[in-house]
T-cell receptor, first 112, second 112 residues
């Protein structure tokens, strides 16, 4: 029973398209995150939601919009995809009062 | 601005010997430190942590050492096993509720 699940695992799409990546956690955690791992393997936070409320929004283009319909889900929608958006995107969750994250297995996005 | 650095992208160690993975950080406000292990096509999984009030934490074959004055932490794996072959990320933050900053990872290969 997967704790943090992301779909799809792989996504290949053309420049200019709009795509979404879904994330669900069944751990009852209060906080969910989106991280981007670029070609240099650098894991960088993009967004953080606590109980459906946005609490961290790093410098990310407006084309990226997170949506949290409930505290178990945090989806990432990307408009007008660009070549530079190609990366692995990780969803993660944590309990507010504890340390450390539980990560999903990642979504490899390739923009061609 | 990379606040957590892992300067060795890769490390090879013979089975049964000690593996030492290093991590440096720049922010003196960092309070909590974690190591994550990542297999290919999977998300990072939590391995071991240490808070700034300690200088050593041990869990089975894994020991993390923290040198606050040098802003340096290391992960020791002894004895190393082939199943330890993975990418290891260190991460740190300023305490509960704050985002984690990740290093770029060190790929460990344990040679049978």
């Amino acid at each position: 029973d997967t704790a943090v699940s992301q779909t799809p695992k792989y996504l290949v799409t053309q420049m200019g398209n709009d795509k979404s990546i879904k994330c669900e956690q069944n751990l009852g955690h209060d906080t969910m995150y989106w991280y981007k791992q670029d070609s240099k393997k650098f894991l960088k936070i993009m967004f953080s939601y606590n109980n459906k409320e946005l609490i961290i929004n790093e410098t990310v283009p407006n084309r990226f919009s997170p949506k949290s319909p409930d505290k178990a889900h945090l989806n990432l929608h990307i408009n007008s995809l660009e070549l530079g958006d190609s990366a692995v995107y990780f969803c993660a969750s944590s309990q507010a009062v504890t340390y450390g994250y539980t990560f999903g297995s990642g979504t490899r996005l390739t923009v061609v | 601005d990379q606040q957590v650095k892992q300067n060795s992208p890769s490390l090879s160690v013979q089975e049964g010997r000690i593996s030492i993975l290093n991590c440096d950080y720049t922010n003196s406000m960092f309070d909590y430190f974690l190591w994550y292990k990542k297999y290919p096509a999977e998300g990072p999984t939590f391995l071991i942590s240490i808070s700034s009030i300690k200088d050593k934490n041990e869990d089975g074959r894994f020991t993390v050492f923290l040198n606050k004055s040098a802003k340096h932490l290391s992960l020791h794996i002894v004895p190393s096993q082939p199943g330890d072959s993975a990418v290891y990320f260190c991460a740190s933050n300023k305490g509960p509720g704050n985002q984690f900053y990740f290093g770029t990872g060190t790929s460990l290969t344990v040679i049978p």
